[in-house]
């Protein structure tokens, strides 16, 4: 019998992405979407047995960092080998474009300092071969990768194209600078961006501390963006932001995001987190979120599905002895021969005692927050009880937390990574998370795939939202239909992609054949294979059958197939 489908996934139970029940059926694919759901008669090309294994839509992560992996590499990892098979870029106001060649320099600068990105890796990766938007996303659409690619218009680039060095310094944008930011959002968006980005945090700095362009930008320039994005008609908007001036009465900040949301007319998302430097923030902002909701006002909160995994160690970016004067004599050594100096006890005094110096406060103060942090161990456990944390662990044994990080780096063959849970983990206690993970107006997000390379491996966490809320958590665990919809549907209509995140027939063929007994994540683990042999932490997983693409396997049983179905997505489906 001649073949009806390019490929039929066969007697799998199906979650269709609504929420809805799983059900048993096949799923017929023709011309790169769902051609059937049921009970199919006609034959395919090729097909999959999935008897036995859960059959979602392909994940879709709206929270990356991607934009400049994208020009040198045809794989999404860690992302792609975590079943998602859409990634939108572009987020907190940091990428590539616009550019002009003399301002290469202060991007990089920027997104070294930002998102972990190493200059010589930029330096050698990315082709610069753009420097309007539109420019960006033709030399985007060139490629061929193995999942699905959006992004949005980022701030920062934005504000140098536009202001030059007064932009880098900060300096108030005037009427022309504005009009010509709102004139180039509208270009972007025209030209398939779907969104702009900005961020207002006091942590996003550059290597040597100095702020990034877009944290003092006044209201007034965003409220010109926001109009340029009404006059265009589409778009949507993305933000971080440290709501420094909330309290438990209100939002003065929030109350910033109403405004550019009524003037733009488009929806907005922010990054939402349970900091326990700012206890009950995150209560206020869910009650800001509804009080928007009831308003008419469509803003969602963006929330992790784990604490925020910061991680240490000796082969990685950072650890609370990185940035110690002495630390410096055996920095660029071989790690066999930094072990051996490091275990030398007059070493290891000087490294106790001294003071650390880093141009970036926040993140020195993270860094030395060691009486918080865990062994993330292997498999690894992103929610560990209160007595395994390092200040419980060195009371018991009479040292200090301190003296505990420097025994636990060097020991064994020095590949211990230290875990602080810089959001979501107050007290060691997930319930603030799962408040806000099951909040109707929030979305599951912050992957940062294709950022922190040396500092954080979150992308993972599509692959740790099905095993730890639905099967492995000790106290209440969520149905698996909802979990899954979060994953699919939710994100990617949060940021208008309607034509996935279903099993329905029309729906983009999207999906994923996992066994979901066997699913589970492993360690983080650092490689070398960026540009220039710069590194990058790498996390598996077990579990996934099979994920496809517009129609096309890309991963067996976690390995790539080779194929790249993966386009650009151009504008809001």
């Not at 972990?116 to 082709?127: S, T």
């Not at 803003?299 to 940035?323: C, D, K, M, N, W």
Request: proline share 6%; net charge negative.
């Amino acid at each position: 019998m001649a073949a009806s489908y390019d490929l039929i996934v066969r007697n799998g139970t199906v979650f269709d992405g609504t929420g809805a029940e799983p059900r048993e059926a096949d799923v017929a694919i023709r011309d790169g979407k769902i051609a059937a759901v049921g009970r199919i008669d006609g034959a395919g090309r090729e097909e999959i047995d999935a008897r036995g294994l859960a059959v979602t839509p392909g994940f879709v992560d709206i929270h990356t960092h991607y934009d400049g992996q994208v020009t040198w590499d045809d794989r999404f990892s860690p992302s792609s080998g975590h079943g998602v098979t859409t990634v939108l870029m572009g987020n907190c106001g940091v990428g590539f474009a616009p550019c002009r060649p003399e301002d290469r320099d202060t991007l990089m600068n920027v997104m070294e300092g930002v998102e972990d990105i190493p200059e010589l890796v930029m330096r050698e990766g990315v082709p610069w071969n753009w420097q309007s938007f539109p420019d960006y996303l033709d030399a985007l659409s060139k490629r061929r990768c193995d999942i699905d690619f959006a992004t949005q218009v980022p701030h920062a680039p934005l504000r140098v194209f536009v202001m030059g060095k007064r932009g880098v310094d900060r300096e108030p944008a005037n009427a022309s600078d504005m009009a010509e930011m709102a004139k180039l959002v509208q270009e972007g968006l025209d030209a398939g961006a779907l969104g702009f980005s900005t961020s207002r945090s006091l942590f996003h700095r550059t290597p040597d501390g100095a702020l990034t362009p877009t944290i003092t930008a006044g209201e007034e320039e965003l409220a010109a963006i926001a109009r340029g994005m009404r006059r265009a008609g589409k778009g949507v908007i993305q933000l971080l932001d440290d709501f420094s001036d909330t309290t438990a009465e209100g939002a003065t900040e929030f109350a910033m995001l109403r405004r550019l949301v009524e003037l733009s007319g488009r929806p907005l998302s922010f990054t939402l987190l349970d900091l326990s430097l700012y206890p009950g923030r995150w209560q206020t902002l869910l009650r800001e979120i509804e009080r928007a909701h009831g308003d008419g006002l469509p803003i969602r909160g963006q929330v992790a599905a784990r604490p925020v995994a910061v991680l240490y160690g000796l082969e990685l970016s950072f650890h609370p002895f990185s940035t110690c004067p002495s630390y410096r004599e055996v920095e660029s050594l071989p790690l066999e021969a930094k072990l051996a100096k490091l275990r030398d006890p007059a070493m290891k005094a000087r490294l106790l005692v001294e003071q650390p110096t880093y141009r970036n406060p926040q993140m020195l103060a993270f860094m030395r927050s060691v009486a918080n942090m865990f062994v993330l161990g292997d498999p690894p456990d992103y929610t560990p009880p209160a007595d395994q944390r390092l200040d419980a662990r060195a009371a018991a044994l009479g040292i200090s937390p301190l003296e505990l990080a420097y025994d636990l780096l060097v020991s064994g063959d020095g590949r211990t990574i230290l875990f602080h849970p810089g959001a979501n983990y107050t007290d060691c206690s997930d319930a603030n998370m799962a408040s806000m993970l099951r909040h109707e107006h929030t979305v599951m997000a912050l992957g940062d795939g294709g950022a922190h390379y040396g500092l954080i491996c979150d992308a993972s966490y599509t692959t740790h939202a099905l095993t730890y809320w639905t099967r492995d958590r000790k106290c209440e665990r969520w149905p698996l239909p909802w979990a899954i919809r979060q994953l699919t549907d939710v994100p990617a209509r949060t940021v208008g992609l309607g034509d996935r995140g279903r099993l329905e027939v029309g729906y983009k063929a999207d999906l994923n054949v996992i066994d979901l007994d066997r699913l589970k994540v492993s360690a983080p683990h650092p490689v070398h294979n960026l540009p220039g042999g710069g590194r990058r932490l790498e996390q598996k997983a077990e579990g996934y059958r099979a994920t496809i693409v517009g129609g096309e396997v890309t991963y067996r049983n976690g390995e790539f197939t080779g194929a790249r179905p993966g386009r650009l997505v151009r504008g809001a489906r």
